[in-house]
């Protein structure tokens, strides 16, 4: 006897990626750029839902009913809570790491091609390591007003990627500023007070 066969689960009830957690699936930005065909913003709309991603950015769309795209089967909402931008520029602004797909047929890229496996270490760990050890610092320093801190630690993530250090760098840099942090816990002069 055959076991029954459970039908699939809807696009809009699927399992969310278990290697994201939400709070950084929620981090996450899908922007389609100058789309021509609604059934590919459709795909991409049900392809995030699949993955647990909602937050979507057209530039330029072509076509004006792109918010209706059919192919967006299960993830009708997502299309309607879409951003809308003019330029790359203008939606990619707030983010501290931009990566681009694209095919290289007919095109000759103005930037570093990366292959998927080659990806995982450059936006890995250790980045966001001193990224954090760095903050942890300018605390520890009293650099930043809480006021402050998260604009801070948004531009302190935006200058780390854009400096494109190696590994062999990042790993020098968390070891000085260790040291710093060491030397800044065990000195005896005050901290400036956060505000």
Same mark, same amino acid.
């Given at each position: 006897m055959t076991p029954p066969r459970r039908s699939p689960l809807p696009y809009n009830q699927c399992v969310p990626s278990p290697t994201l957690?939400?709070?950084?699936?929620?981090?996450?930005? *899908?922007?389609?750029? %100058?789309?021509? /065909?609604?059934? /590919?913003?459709?795909?991409? #709309?049900?392809?995030?839902? /699949?993955?647990?991603? %909602?937050?979507?950015?057209? *530039? #330029? $769309?072509?076509? $004006?009913?792109?918010r209706e795209a059919r192919s967006a089967v299960g993830a009708p909402e997502l299309l309607l809570d879409a951003k809308e931008s003019a330029t790359?520029?203008? +939606?990619? #602004?707030? %983010?501290?790491?931009?990566?681009?797909?694209?095919?290289? /047929?007919?095109?000759?890229?103005?930037?570093?091609?990366?292959?998927? $496996?080659?990806?995982? $270490?450059?936006? +890995?760990?250790?980045?966001?390591?001193?990224? #954090?050890?760095?903050?942890e610092t300018m605390q520890a320093a009293g650099y930043s007003p809480r006021g402050m801190q998260a604009a801070n630690r948004h531009d302190l993530r935006l200058i780390l990627r854009r400096l494109q250090l190696s590994p062999h760098d990042t790993r020098r840099s968390l070891g000085l500023f260790r040291r710093i942090l060491w030397r800044l816990r065990r000195s005896p002069q005050p901290r400036i007070p956060s505000k």
């Open positions: 957690s939400e709070d950084k699936r929620d981090s996450v930005d *899908v922007v389609l750029v %100058s789309p021509r /065909n609604p059934l /590919n913003i459709g795909a991409a #709309a049900r392809a995030m839902a /699949n993955f647990g991603l %909602s937050r979507l950015t057209v *530039v #330029a $769309p072509y076509a $004006p009913m792109w790359l520029a203008e +939606a990619v #602004a707030h %983010s501290t790491l931009v990566l681009g797909t694209g095919t290289l /047929n007919s095109r000759k890229p103005g930037l570093p091609v990366v292959s998927l $496996p080659d990806l995982p $270490p450059l936006v +890995a760990g250790l980045i966001d390591r001193l990224a #954090a050890l760095i903050e």
